[in-house]
């Protein structure tokens, strides 16, 4: 499976952008990103997923690189219920395995 | 739609008893759920993946015979702790690939297991 790397650890202020980066230098063209978060306490929740275009939904925005190499969450106005650990994970769309490797993630603090 | 839920959500068991924990799809079929485990301030360790009606798989280091799976049907998973012990103490979380037309898989709410 291939690998992701993410800071530790990210702060905000209330109301302001997110951008959570990651980093996956070995992804395979048929990679689809996938970005969950957890909160504490609970299961990981599905935030958005891409495979080369930027995408959009209501929670966030998701930016991949050209090159696939790496990728950015924006989180367009964070909030205090947005702190949580969130995790960027590539899951192989030819394999059918929904078999999610989880890496360290970014645990964010959101600032009142 | 496309709801997974555990239960019991929270658990504490003597030493040496057996637990039991839950994995539904409220709302759709799931063939294949898998199994993590997730010890406080750590990621989520991928334990196994549970097949309905065949045999589960296990990650290399997890032992079965302590970590029983059971998929008996389209909706339910089970994971049962044998001869549990304090150090099995843990979060374990099941996930499921969501209905066709989803790309994404569905976690459980979780399930801490405190062993005295």
């Known amino acids: 499976d291939a690998k992701t790397t993410q800071p530790n650890s990210m702060e905000s202020n209330e109301e302001e952008p997110v951008h959570l980066p990651c980093n996956h230098s070995t992804i395979s063209g048929t990679d689809y990103i996938h970005w969950y978060r957890q909160l504490p306490s609970q299961g990981p929740e599905y935030v958005i997923h891409g495979l080369t275009s930027n995408v959009n939904n209501r929670m966030a925005s998701l930016a991949i690189a050209e090159d696939r190499k790496s990728s950015t969450l924006i989180l367009h106005r964070a909030t205090l219920r947005d702190a949580a650990v969130y995790y960027c994970i590539l899951r192989d769309a030819t394999s059918g395995t929904y078999k999610y490797i989880f890496g360290t993630g970014t645990r964010l603090k959101v600032l009142a | 739609g496309a709801v997974v839920s555990q239960h019991p959500s929270r658990v504490i068991c003597k030493s040496g008893t057996s637990v039991k924990i839950e994995c539904r799809s409220l709302d759709f079929q799931a063939t294949t759920m898998f199994w993590y485990r997730q010890f406080p301030k750590k990621s989520l360790m991928l334990m196994a993946t549970?097949?309905?009606?065949?045999?589960?798989?296990?990650e290399q280091g997890v032992e079965k015979d302590k970590f029983l799976i059971n998929h008996a049907s389209l909706t339910l998973s089970t994971l049962t702790v044998t001869s549990a012990h304090p150090e099995d103490s843990s979060f374990y979380i099941c996930?499921?690939?969501?209905?066709?037309?989803?790309?994404?898989?569905?976690f459980g709410q979780g399930t801490r297991l405190t062993v005295v």
């Open positions: 549970s097949n309905e009606g065949s045999k589960a798989t296990y």
């Open positions: 996930s499921a690939r969501g209905p066709r037309g989803r790309t994404e898989a569905f």
